[in-house]
């Protein structure tokens, strides 16, 4: 039931798009996540053929929150779900295809918003599904880790099997809004460093921002990766999702 609530909150609210940003590595600046039972909830986006692609969280039995840009455009059926796997090498855990998914109504790009996309599994996932964060949970300062197989650098091309994680402070919306333009409150909070070096980067889109034990964020768009004073941008998860 709780899945069923999810859904009916995921709503109203379903439709949209987004602009990834290039950056640095799969999390920049990050740790390997070696305990499974840290991230019983990280789901692996790939194609058929084992492609990772984006990160996402299991926020139900059969339900994976992920952007909207990371399946935007794509079959549901030419994504599978990985969960239960931190070394993609690996054939660990479990993996379900893609039944279908909704959008936010309207979304059509990362940097306008929206950017959140509710995956429903073929196949339920038996892992711990992330609890949303509460609408109270933004605040300056406050501290949530990010989790992904993306690049480490903006310009590494390698990628590492191994699911790497973050610790990163939010910033606070005016400061966010002053270095990009697009920046919306409503939709959107930023976090970073103002030297950056550690942040998500390109093929950690779609995944988890928690706070608390909470999913607060989805990794989304930014300029760069782990660049001075341009903070990743993550999607405001708590404004779509209950
Ligand atoms: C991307 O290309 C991307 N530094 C994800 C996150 C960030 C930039 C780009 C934030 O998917």
Known sequence: MG???LLAAVLALLVSTVTPAHADPRIVGG?????AEEAPWMVALTTPQGHQFCGGALVGPHEVATAAHCVHGRLPGSIVAVGGRLDLRTGGGS????AAFRLVEGYTAPSSGKDIAVLTLSEPMPYRPLPIAASTAYMGGSVGAVYGWGRQAEHDTNKS????????P????????ATYPQFDAGSMFCAGY???EIDACTDDSGGPFVIDGRLAGIVSWGTGCARPNMPGVYTRVATYLR
């Open 3 to 5: 899945s069923m609530r």
């Open 170 to 177: 939010i910033v606070p919306d005016e400061q966010c809004a």
């Open 194 to 196: 103002p030297g950056g």
């Open 95 to 98: 993996t379900s295809l893609v």
């Open 31 to 35: 740790v390997v996540v070696d305990d």
């Open 161 to 168: 099997p191994l699911l790497h994680k973050a610790h990163l």
